[in-house]
């Protein structure tokens, strides 16, 4: 592996699934992987799981580790080429990656999505960017469309709690009063799909009209607008809130039924609830939901740090 953009950097998914379990059963066993090597986390936006669990990560395999807010640590980044540099970017990416790049054998960035211009933030320009100029691997700490390492801990997360072979997975939609990225939903429906057409799960995503993943994320996952068809018999609840695709960047609906309840549970089957934190307590779930014993969002955020040390390994491997 030499990037982790996304699904399509991963050749073998149940092998990596799998090395994240034996990280988390032995966290040592590869600490000598990254020894005199440096990765560079680099934030463009505020982080609690991903920018501690890929931290911790890094270290169980002996990475020294160095972390940038950009524009609070460093000068604001111009991402666009050819442009004059007027404004209150001060430094343009093509120098500032190829300096970061010098300085670390792994870059890590997080940039969200803006949710001004579709087709910008789809362009994933930043990550694209950084691939370009850093000459050194990029890891995908969640992108304007993608959060793969989140995705790699929800399929270790599914395997390790599911009762049955091929567990029902349902990717709900959850109220919220401002407009967040699509990157979550995409990549788990990404993801999911993979482990559905693997025959892993059987996937299914409901939201209201109007909130249709992109075509290429939905993929072939069964899409029912009915919320109580879709949550019958399901084994997993997964809840994340994401704003209109379609109409882009828009809330179309505040819709309080759509949130998370323990009568919504009741119709699943014995169904754990996830969500990638954080979560807005009684907006988007209701308090029963998080602190029962249906509520997996504490492990599913545990196995985070296994996602990272398994992606991580891998690129140590081969770089
Ligand atoms: N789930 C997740 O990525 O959490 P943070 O935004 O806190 O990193």
Redesign the pocket.
Same mark, same amino acid.
């Given at each position: 592996m030499t990037n982790f953009l996304s699904l399509a950097d991963v050749t073998d998914l149940d092998a990596l699934i799998q090395s994240g379990r034996d990280a988390k059963a032995n966290p040592f066993a590869d600490q000598l992987l990254g020894k005199n090597k440096t990765i560079g986390l680099i934030f463009f936006n +505020? +982080? %609690? &799981?991903? &920018?501690l669990s890929t931290q911790k990560a890094a270290q169980n395999l002996g990475l020294n580790v160095m972390i940038m807010n950009v524009g609070q640590d460093s000068w604001g980044l111009e991402m666009e080429e050819g442009v004059l540099m007027n404004g209150d970017k001060a430094e343009h990416v093509r120098e500032a990656a190829a300096v970061i790049g010098r300085y670390c054998d792994i870059i890590g960035i997080?940039a969200f999505a803006e949710l001004k211009d579709r087709d910008s933030d789809y362009r994933e320009q930043v990550m694209q960017q950084f691939a370009r100029y850093a000459r050194v691997p990029i890891v995908n %700490?969640?992108s304007a469309t993608r959060?793969p %390492?989140?995705s790699l801990a929800d399929c270790i997360t599914i395997e390790e709690a599911k009762t049955v072979a091929r567990p029902k997975v349902v990717l709900t939609w959850l109220p919220h009063f401002k407009p967040l990225p699509q990157a979550?939903a995409n990549s788990f429906s990404e993801w999911m799909n993979a482990r559905a057409a693997s025959g892993h799960v059987e996937f299914v995503i409901t939201h209201p009209q109007g909130y249709e993943l992109a075509p290429e994320f939905a993929g072939n996952a069964r899409v029912i607008y009915d919320r109580d068809e879709a949550f019958a018999g399901a084994d997993f609840i997964y809840g994340k809130n994401w704003s209109s695709y379609t109409n882009y960047g828009q809330v179309l609906t505040h819709d309080p039924s759509w949130a998370v309840t323990m009568d919504d549970m009741v119709r699943t089957n014995a169904g754990k609830f996830m969500h990638?934190?954080?979560v807005r307590r009684n907006l988007k779930v209701a308090d029963a939901v998080l602190d029962g014993p249906q509520s997996l969002v504490i492990e599913q955020?545990a196995n985070?740090e296994w996602s990272a040390q398994a992606v991580l390994k891998e690129i140590l491997k081969t770089y």
């Amino acid at each position: 592996m030499t990037n982790f953009l996304s699904l399509a950097d991963v050749t073998d998914l149940d092998a990596l699934i799998q090395s994240g379990r034996d990280a988390k059963a032995n966290p040592f066993a590869d600490q000598l992987l990254g020894k005199n090597k440096t990765i560079g986390l680099i934030f463009f936006n +505020s +982080s %609690l &799981r991903t &920018r501690l669990s890929t931290q911790k990560a890094a270290q169980n395999l002996g990475l020294n580790v160095m972390i940038m807010n950009v524009g609070q640590d460093s000068w604001g980044l111009e991402m666009e080429e050819g442009v004059l540099m007027n404004g209150d970017k001060a430094e343009h990416v093509r120098e500032a990656a190829a300096v970061i790049g010098r300085y670390c054998d792994i870059i890590g960035i997080r940039a969200f999505a803006e949710l001004k211009d579709r087709d910008s933030d789809y362009r994933e320009q930043v990550m694209q960017q950084f691939a370009r100029y850093a000459r050194v691997p990029i890891v995908n %700490l969640e992108s304007a469309t993608r959060h793969p %390492l989140q995705s790699l801990a929800d399929c270790i997360t599914i395997e390790e709690a599911k009762t049955v072979a091929r567990p029902k997975v349902v990717l709900t939609w959850l109220p919220h009063f401002k407009p967040l990225p699509q990157a979550v939903a995409n990549s788990f429906s990404e993801w999911m799909n993979a482990r559905a057409a693997s025959g892993h799960v059987e996937f299914v995503i409901t939201h209201p009209q109007g909130y249709e993943l992109a075509p290429e994320f939905a993929g072939n996952a069964r899409v029912i607008y009915d919320r109580d068809e879709a949550f019958a018999g399901a084994d997993f609840i997964y809840g994340k809130n994401w704003s209109s695709y379609t109409n882009y960047g828009q809330v179309l609906t505040h819709d309080p039924s759509w949130a998370v309840t323990m009568d919504d549970m009741v119709r699943t089957n014995a169904g754990k609830f996830m969500h990638c934190l954080p979560v807005r307590r009684n907006l988007k779930v209701a308090d029963a939901v998080l602190d029962g014993p249906q509520s997996l969002v504490i492990e599913q955020a545990a196995n985070r740090e296994w996602s990272a040390q398994a992606v991580l390994k891998e690129i140590l491997k081969t770089y």
